[in-house]
Each structure stands twice: as C-alpha cells, then as structure tokens.
C-alpha cells in the first residue's frame, strides 16, 4: 500500500498513565486499521517542540510541551484506505467535551489538553511525523 494510506499516532502520555494503552489500540484494529510500526517512548522538551512546532506561536505551546513530555508515549503508524481521514474520525474531536460519542477521546481523553492521542491532519504530515519516530526497517 502506498504512504497516502498511512497514518501516524500517538497515545499521549495521559492515556498511557491511565492505563488505556490496550483499550485504545483494541479500538484502533477494531476500526480497521493495520499497525505498520509502533513503540513505547518518551518525547525530549526538543523533540515535542519540533513535532508541535506549527503550534509554537499558539498561547498553550508551552502547556503542550510540557504535557507531551510527561511521560511515555505510544507512537505508531497505521495503515488503512483513507486512513488520514478516517483516523480523524475515530479519534473525535481535539476538546473531548465535543467530541461524538464513541471516540477514542470521548471515551478516554481528560480535556482538550490531556486528549489521549494524536492523529495526522494530512498524508503529508502522516510522512514526515512517520519518518520522525521510524526508520524503514522498523515499518511493516
Ligand atoms: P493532534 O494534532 O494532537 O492530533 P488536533 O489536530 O485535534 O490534535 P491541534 O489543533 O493540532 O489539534 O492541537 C494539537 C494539540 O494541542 C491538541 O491535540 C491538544 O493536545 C493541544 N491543544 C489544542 N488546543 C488547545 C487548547 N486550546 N488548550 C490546550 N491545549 C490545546
Ligand atoms: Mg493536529
């Protein structure tokens, strides 16, 4: 399948304290989704910064950061048709309050900070966020 059918995420560092590491990945080969690579790892004050750097002149970037480097995260990439949009779909919307019921972050996120994962907005930045965790050997 070619890199227009993947997706990158991360389970964020609330959802990994609490525990929702298997419920959120169940959700996620539930929803149809083939994992192509995928760790356990925690993110340097540097390396969230340039991941969230689109976000570095937003008033919460530093709340961001900080949170992101928390504790660890679950980065994976994960294959599906449609898999940008559909993946946005899966995971609700960025402020669980509104996002629909069902959602991975209806159901296991905390607020609009601490919301549990993440998911690529286009297949380019599904590349380059892919390419930022995983070599291609470590892509399946
Ligand atoms: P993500 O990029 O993590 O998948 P998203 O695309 O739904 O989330 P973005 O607008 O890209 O949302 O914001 C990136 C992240 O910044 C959010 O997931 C959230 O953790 C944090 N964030 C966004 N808006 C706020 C806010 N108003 N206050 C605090 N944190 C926020
Ligand atoms: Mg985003």
Redesign the pocket.
Known sequence: MSATNRTFTMI?PDAVANGHIGAILNHINKAGFRIVAMKLTRLSVAEASEF?GV?SERS?FG??VE?MTSGPIVAAILEKDNAVADFRTV?G??DPAKADEGTIRRLYAQS????A???S?SDENAAIEGAFFFSGREQF
């Open positions: 964020k969230y976000h919460f709340e961001l949170y995971i919307a960025t609009i900070a601490a919301n994962v993440h998911g907005d």
